[in-house]
């Protein structure tokens, strides 16, 4: 039987990501939207043990859903920890000599599991206090390779980068267990 594309991951009376404000300002706007991203990426893992969210998209690569919480964690604590609060902290799962650990380390383990949702709620709550206490979305941070950049850039790019990765989180899922959609 052919799967069909229309079909839905979820009802629509239970996503909860249909009740979202609409015609906010901007800041709401782009806050909004990245809510919406990572709500989308939970929807994506949940009902997974972790052999399942650790489980590889195609050899050779090391994506899996657990490899992207891992990484939109470090994405987020990188963005706002370190280039716009300019916290001196140290990554999460990356180093000089496993550059990709976000990914690699994510391994069938249910404490490896328990901790990368832990850390990925840390870091969203963190990227959620600064944007609101942020006196406007011109504020400036620093990137070292582009220099100043605004936080108004930085929740763009964060959304760019969820939808992206939620698009390969699509992919993943339907490979675990044939679930499709929205």
């Known amino acids: 039987m052919a799967t ?3 079909d839905m991951f979820l009802d629509l009376d239970q996503d909860p990501r249909e009740d979202g404000p609409r015609l906010g300002d901007e800041r709401g706007t782009l806050t909004e939207y990245l809510r919406l991203q990572r709500l989308t990426l939970e929807i994506k893992c949940g009902g997974l043990d972790a052999a399942a969210l650790a ?4 050899e050779p690569s090391s ?3 657990l490899g992207l919480v891992r990484h939109l964690a470090e994405m987020e604590r990188m963005w706002f ?3 716009m609060a ?3 902290v140290p990554k999460l799962f990356c180093t000089e000599d496993a550059p990709d650990g976000d990914f690699d380390g994510a391994i069938a383990d249910p404490l490896v599991v328990e901790e990368a949702w832990r850390l990925w709620r840390e870091e969203t709550a963190f990227t959620d206090r600064f944007v609101a206490d942020a006196p406007d979305l011109g504020l400036r941070g620093h990137d070292p390779h582009f220099g100043a950049i605004s936080l108004r850039e930085v929740l ?6 969820y939808a992206r990765h939620n698009g390969h989180a699509d992919l993943l899922r339907e490979r675990i267990d044939g679930r499709i959609g929205q």
Do not use: G, K, P, Y
Not at 156 to 161: C, G, R, T
């Open 86 to 88: 300019a916290l001196d």
């Open 81 to 83: 920890r370190t280039r």
């Open 55 to 58: 489980r590889r998209a195609v």
């Open 156 to 161: 763009v790019h964060l959304i760019e980068e």
């Open 4 to 6: 069909r594309r229309a």
């Open 63 to 65: 994506l899996s859903l």
